[in-house]
């Protein structure tokens, strides 16, 4: 079993910024794409950024030149630092890892697995 647990979510003003944590635990081999995903109130849960472990990244056009993704693969964590947040942004923010591969010992069992976090409530407001 992988948890993710996340932290850093809280309620800032328009314009102000935010750093989400999400660290992956448990018998854990490799991650290849860990990310984080919204979702607001009557909305669908939409990709937010993506990074895989070559550290190729992927963002929603919403979020370009506002948002950072970054991660380190030795301590299975990923980051997104929010700037110039507006009240749009307002969401529960989840961290996902995909393709996980589990230790087995020296190796890893097959197949890989994907895993959510529990969310993080994110509000942007004066």
């Known amino acids: 079993q992988v948890q993710l647990m996340e932290s850093g979510g809280g309620l800032v003003q328009p314009g102000g910024s935010l750093r989400l944590s999400c660290v992956a635990s448990?018998?854990?081999?490799?991650?290849?794409?860990m990310g984080w995903y919204r979702q607001a109130p009557g909305k669908q849960r939409e990709l937010v950024a993506t990074i895989t472990r070559a550290l190729t990244r992927n963002y929603a056009d919403s979020v370009k030149g506002r948002f950072t993704i970054s991660r380190d693969n030795a301590k299975n964590t990923v980051f997104l630092q929010m700037n110039s947040l507006k009240p749009e942004d307002t969401a529960v923010y989840y961290c996902k890892a995909a393709g996980v591969r589990h230790r087995n010992g020296a190796y890893s069992y097959t197949p890989t697995g994907d895993y959510w976090g529990q969310g993080t409530q994110v509000t942007v407001s004066s």
């Open positions: 448990g018998s854990i081999f490799s991650i290849e794409a």
